[in-house]
């Protein structure tokens, strides 16, 4: 009878023991994100997406891809630029887009919409790039590193019409998760394989998925009635009911993760930032880009992520002078090699050159173009701030001028956060002045030079008038350091250089991309 007794109570303490543990495991799981599903267990969630049930009862459910932008980092074809199409598999049937003839950068939107099974959660869709020439297709990269296929160029993601969401290949990355996708949510890099100072044919993609909803709001009838709580049949748009400065449609968005549960075989949505509980989105910041959640809120229509690092730029020009001046534009190809640039590492160039509420003409001053200091201060109050030194922009863009001429250099930093170029020494830099490839490099060079000082990549080696030429000492002791902060490499004299260093050719060379100080300008 005692060992009965003994046995029970014995059986009781540990199922008390067990499910005080679980209940502690899961909590820290949830706190902690760690049962996140991996890309490593689509498959098996793929395999589980079939529910039986009508995900949406209001309409019949199609699925929308849509290629958004597609760039070139490598020389894809050695005679001309690029003829780019795409294929997209959706649940293993196959589409072509039509080509894009010659071009590095393709900013036409193209999309496809398929009905799909409105009782099956999972669709399975793969997205390759590809580049025609004369019937031998080359397959571009856009996948990041996959140790069990090292050659693999693709991309192959999961979206849920339960939630319109996707993971795979490209996801969500939340705080404390220990898989971070780099290159963020909807946007492929090819670079991802460490195959940044490579050509290896990498490109950047950037798409969305989405489904049809009823109400237009973009929240899926399933987490409005099952998750939120909200009328699948009213344009929720704008809510914020927490009134935590964060619309509904943003915290629905960014705020989604998966769980795997492994007591029930089932996958399991929820929201680290949930529409209806307070965050302190002012105070969040969890890619620290220096822009917290409202800031990047206030940037998403135009491409920020909050769990991938962004950099605003404003670009200001001048117009042309009275006497014959040019107007001093920073050329698009310059654009595009500092975009690529930036690109490349996964921190994300934006530059507002008339798009995003700045990209202003400045009248051309009366000083013949001389430009002082001063005038300078006044033209970042008066074109950049608009006269409110509150200005929200303040602490989410740095300011690029282009000018004709300022205090007699071909460019310096005036503020924190703020920089110029003069066009009339960049001019004098170019060595064939009907080169316009050369221009390119010249303008992006000295630009990203700049705006470097404002990322706190202050005074470095070569940064010295003893560093210009090969024939000057100070050329060759910071020859290792290759980046347009070294005066030997800036305004591409030899090399057509437009990057900073990655630190890893030995002495005297400098790691610039990994000490990049995004918060710098907010000192």
């Not at 597609?70 to 795409?86: E, G, L, Q, T, W």
Request: net charge negative.
């Amino acid at each position: 009878m005692k060992k009965i007794i003994c046995i029970t109570l014995l059986t009781i303490l540990l199922i008390s023991t067990n499910s005080v543990a679980l209940k502690i495991t899961n909590i820290s799981n949830i706190d902690e994100n760690e049962t996140i599903i991996t890309p490593f267990q689509q498959n098996k969630i793929y395999s589980l997406s079939t529910e039986g049930e009508d995900l949406d009862p209001l309409i019949d459910l199609e699925v929308t891809v849509t290629i958004k932008e597609i760039r070139a980092f490598d020389k894809i074809d050695r005679r001309n630029d690029p003829d780019f199409y795409v294929k997209i598999f959706i649940n293993d049937e196959k589409f072509k887009s039509d080509v894009w003839r010659n071009q590095k950068y393709v900013k036409e939107e193209w999309h496809k919409t398929v009905d799909v099974p409105d009782d099956v959660e999972y669709v399975n869709i793969t997205i390759q790039l590809w580049d025609r020439d004369f019937g031998l297709d080359k397959l571009c990269d856009i996948a990041r590193s996959d140790n069990s296929n090292p050659n693999r160029r693709d991309i192959t993601v999961y979206y849920s019409l339960k939630t319109g969401h996707w993971s795979g290949d490209d996801l969500i990355s939340p705080p404390h998760s220990w898989y971070v996708d780099y290159s963020g949510y909807g946007r492929a890099n090819g670079c991802d394989d460490n195959s940044i100072y490579e050509e290896d044919r990498d490109c950047e993609l950037w798409f969305d998925i989405s489904q049809n909803d009823y109400d237009g709001d973009g929240i899926p009838y399933w987490t409005e009635v099952n998750k939120f709580g909200t009328d699948p049949e009213v344009d929720d748009t704008g809510r914020d009911d927490d009134e935590d400065g964060i619309p509904i449609e943003w915290e629905y968005k960014w705020g989604h993760y998966r769980r795997y549960n492994y007591s029930s075989h089932s996958v399991e949505h929820d929201w680290f930032y949930n529409p209806f509980v307070k965050d302190d989105h002012e105070n969040l910041d969890p890619d620290v880009d220096s822009l917290n959640n409202v800031e990047e809120y206030l940037t998403s229509e135009w491409g920020s992520d909050p769990f991938r690092k962004d950099l605003f730029v404003e670009l200001d020009q001048m117009k042309e002078g009275p006497n014959g001046e040019p107007a001093s534009l920073l050329p698009q190809g310059s654009k595009d090699l500092i975009r690529d640039a930036f690109d490349r590492q996964n921190v994300v160039f934006h530059l507002d050159d008339g798009f995003m509420g700045g990209g202003e003409m400045i009248s051309f001053d009366s000083q013949g173009g001389n430009t002082n200091y001063e005038e300078l201060t006044d033209i970042y109050k008066d074109f950049f701030l608009h006269g409110n030194e509150n200005n929200w922009r303040r602490g989410v863009f740095h300011y690029g001028l282009a000018i004709y001429n300022a205090a007699g250099a071909c460019g310096f930093m005036f503020r924190n956060n703020a920089y110029q170029i003069s066009s009339k020494g960049m001019e004098k830099q170019i060595p064939f002045k009907h080169n316009e490839e050369k221009r390119d490099v010249v303008y992006a060079s000295a630009y990203m030079h700049e705006l470097g000082h404002t990322l706190g990549l202050m005074w470095l080696g070569g940064h010295s008038e003893n560093a210009y030429y090969f024939w000057q000492k100070d050329w060759w002791k910071w020859r290792p350091y290759k980046s347009v902060m070294n005066y030997g490499y800036m305004y591409g004299f030899i090399w057509d250089l437009v990057d900073y260093s990655d630190g890893s050719r030995g002495r005297n060379d400098f790691d610039d991309w990994s000490n990049l100080d995004l918060e710098y300008f907010d000192i």
